[in-house]
């Protein structure tokens, strides 16, 4: 079954590395993992259950481990009740704990409509989630999406620059160029041509880095947005400004990360398609005469078990794909009006954001394996779904984080 974890992937993660083009730059670990991010400050954080106490203590390197905040009900089209009501009392509760276990963002997506368990369903609303999250948690970092086609630019600065004050510039942005065509229908969002798109979010952009920065008032005249004098205060607590994530697979999506973000996010991959994705972005970022990309993200579902049989068979259960069911309009809406770099297959339709496919899946020690594959071609940040969150989460820090640690380490002394 291709889905369980091969350790043939850390082998393809060694060689990888071994690359000289691949490997310039890279500091530490004896050549086999590279370094990560130097300003990282250096954490320990605890896991309690009912009886026993965990600590992981990350140090300066390191992939980050990630989450989706909940705010759909679950992650899972073919699966009615994961037993995560998408309510801010459950919302807050997963920040809160994920937080003291060891986990550094969570990401917020951005929906007006649900496009998991059907647009009838309830979900939350991003930005006052986020706020919320950030007036409740002490150490996350709260990326939130944002879609310029369903936002102001001057009014989108401001707000976020206010988030980051009162979380104490805990706050982020993942720029999202929009997908959803019913969606803009229904909300009166604009939606256009594919490379359009791109072209307001460049302005869009532009437009928020110009308020952030230092310089009052700020002025911007472009085709989509016209700013006249405009004075932002106070500004964000970064400097000079909000970070900036974005995905994209086109290369109008691709082009607009590189010249105007700081970090790059993708969809679930294997390791050799994220590693030719990291590098790829590399390139193009040093042609742009810009500092590295900060970090590269990668969105992935974790099945946790015991034994290999039970893994199995919980993938099974949750790729049974349901084609009438009320989130597969809104999955055949998102792979028409986009442009991917793989064939989206139906198991990549089960589970959000092509979950499956970087086969985080098995036992702790073969998931602690498959991790460090990716962290070797460059993944800095695991942005993790589970169901149910707070079960599985804590089944993650548990059983995993603390293998991934203890197997980094033997890398360092090989």
């Given amino acids: ?39 990282r400050t250096r954490y320990r954080r ?12 990350k140090g300066d390197d390191g992939v980050e481990y990630g989450f989706w905040l909940p705010i759909f009900g679950g992650w ?7 037993q995560m009501p998408p309510t801010f009392d459950y919302a807050k509760k997963v920040a809160q704990t994920a937080e003291r276990i060891g986990f550094s963002t969570t990401l917020i997506a951005e929906l007006n409509l649900n496009d998991i368990k059907g647009i009838k369903e309830p ?9 919320a999250i950030a007036a409740t948690t002490e150490r996350l970092e709260i990326m939130t999406a944002v879609r310029p086609g369903f936002h102001n630019p001057a009014t989108t600065a401001k707000m976020a620059a206010n ?4 979380s104490g510039g805990r706050f982020t942005l993942n720029v999202v160029s929009a997908w959803w065509a019913e969606e803009a229908k229904q909300y009166n969002g604009i939606f256009t041509a594919h490379d359009e798109r791109y072209a307001r979010t460049e302005e869009f952009v532009t437009v928020m880095k110009g308020l952030w920065a230092d310089a009052s008032p700020y002025s911007f005249s472009g085709h989509h947005y016209t700013i006249e004098q405009a004075e932002l205060h106070p500004k964000p607590v970064q400097r000079p400004g909000i970070k900036l994530y974005a995905g994209g697979e086109s290369e109008a999506g691709k082009r607009t990360i590189v010249e105007h973000c700081d970090a790059y996010v993708m969809h679930g991959g294997t390791v050799e398609e994220v590693a030719h994705k990291i590098d790829d972005m590399k390139v193009r970022r ?10 590269f993200g990668l969105a992935a579902y974790i099945i946790c078990r015991d034994t290999e049989e039970e893994a199995l068979l919980e993938w099974q259960r949750i790729t049974d794909v349901k084609e009438d069911s009320a989130g597969y309009a809104g999955y055949q809406d998102f792979i028409s009006k ?8 139906r198991n990549d339709y089960s589970v959000s954001n092509r979950g499956l496919r970087p086969n985080l899946i098995g036992t702790p020690e073969q998931i602690a394996e498959r991790i460090l594959a990716f962290e070797a071609v460059g993944v800095t940040l695991l942005l993790l779904q589970f169901s149910p969150q707070l079960e599985e989460m804590e089944r993650f820090a548990r059983d995993v984080m603390p293998l991934v640690e203890a197997k980094r380490k033997v890398g360092q002394q090989s």
Avoid: C
Avoid at 9 to 34: I, M
Avoid at 76 to 82: A, Q, T
């Fill in 123 to 131: 979900s939350l609303e991003a930005w006052t989630t986020a706020a």
């Fill in 76 to 82: 899972l089209r073919n699966v009615e009740d994961e």
């Fill in 1 to 39: 079954m291709q889905h369980i974890l091969s350790r043939e992937v850390e082998g393809l993660a060694r060689r990888h590395f071994s690359n000289p083009a691949v490997a310039e730059g890279a500091t530490s670990r004896k050549g086999y993992l590279p370094k990560i991010r130097a300003d």
């Fill in 163 to 166: 988030i980051d004050q009162l």
């Fill in 286 to 295: 040093e042609a742009t005469g810009q500092k590295p990309l900060d970090s």
């Fill in 338 to 345: 986009s442009q991917l770099e793989q064939q989206v297959e």
């Fill in 46 to 57: 605890s896991f309690r259950t009912s009886k026993r106490a965990f600590f992981y203590d």
